[in-house]
């Protein structure tokens, strides 16, 4: 979640630290505000919009996170509520994440389990970054008749800061289950903190791009995707930090 993210191809393993609870949870020791975070997505394809929020409370000893996810609608959804922790390591931040997991669909009941997330994030050198997190890292089931396992994913990713104002983006996604999927994404900073985005995916070529901007302690972002089987997708997200905490 987080529009940043969605507008850069759905990059997750690099992008904004603030999202760790849902994305990268080693990303949320480089958080120095507590802060809260809240996400909506709007989607073409019926009954695929998505819902997220968080918060962020950074400590002396590590940060930690609490967030909420929904996706779907009445006939069919998944709720996620997750408890995040990361702290810094020398130049690596490491992070874990708790989730317990509950999906519905109308007429065959309600299916829960609990997984556990890992990831982390190393600043190799002032200009660039790698980032990796793999989901449901214990092979994790739901509690129905057949043990059916939530997905385990992996996530790759490279950030390089070509200059002040242009970073590039690229990460690689492997479902256990399913072919391993490329992204790459470009931000610009336009104008005294206002961003430009784009980002694509193979082999599902996918196109994004949207737009954001930080001001004070609000940050505000817009992406739009295009899939050429599910359709157009819209996400807004908003961050605000509240008062520093000195780490």
């Known amino acids: 979640m987080g529009a940043r993210s969605l507008a850069l191809g759905r990059i997750s393993a690099l992008t904004d630290p603030l999202w760790g609870t849902t994305n990268n949870p080693g990303g949320l020791a480089k958080t120095e505000f507590t802060s809260a975070a809240f996400a909506y997505e709007v989607a073409t394809l019926p009954g695929a919009n998505r819902l997220a929020s968080a918060f962020i409370k950074p400590l002396n000893w590590g940060t930690w996170g609490l967030s909420a996810f929904r996706f779907g609608d ?3 959804h998944e709720q996620f509520v997750s408890v995040s922790f990361a702290n810094q390591l020398g130049i690596a931040s490491l992070g ?17 389990g609990v997984s556990l997330d890992f990831g982390g994030v190393a600043q190799l ?17 739901l509690n129905t008749l057949h043990d059916d396992p939530l997905p ?14 242009v970073l590039l983006l690229t990460e690689v996604e492997k479902d256990i289950d399913f072919d391993a999927i490329w992204k790459a994404g470009v931000e610009w900073d336009v104008y005294k903190k ?8 193979l082999p599902l070529r996918t196109a994004s791009f949207g737009v954001g901007t930080v001001r004070s302690r ?11 089987i599910s359709g157009t997708s819209h996400q807004a997200s908003a961050t605000y930090r509240f008062q520093r905490n000195q780490k």
Do not use: C, H, M
Request: hydrophobic share 35%; no cysteine; glycine share 8%.
């Open 74 to 76: 009445e006939i069919y």
């Open 96 to 112: 874990g994440r708790i989730n317990y997991v509950q999906y519905s669909a109308e007429g065959f009941g309600t299916s829960r």
């Open 125 to 141: 050198t002032p200009q660039l970054s790698i980032g990796a997190y793999i989901t449901n890292l214990t092979r994790s089931q």
């Open 152 to 165: 385990t994913r992996l996530f790759t990713g490279i950030q390089l800061e070509l200059s002040e104002k």
């Open 194 to 201: 206002i961003f430009f985005r784009t980002g694509y995916q």
């Open 218 to 228: 609000l940050s505000i972002d817009y992406a739009f995707q295009w899939q050429r």
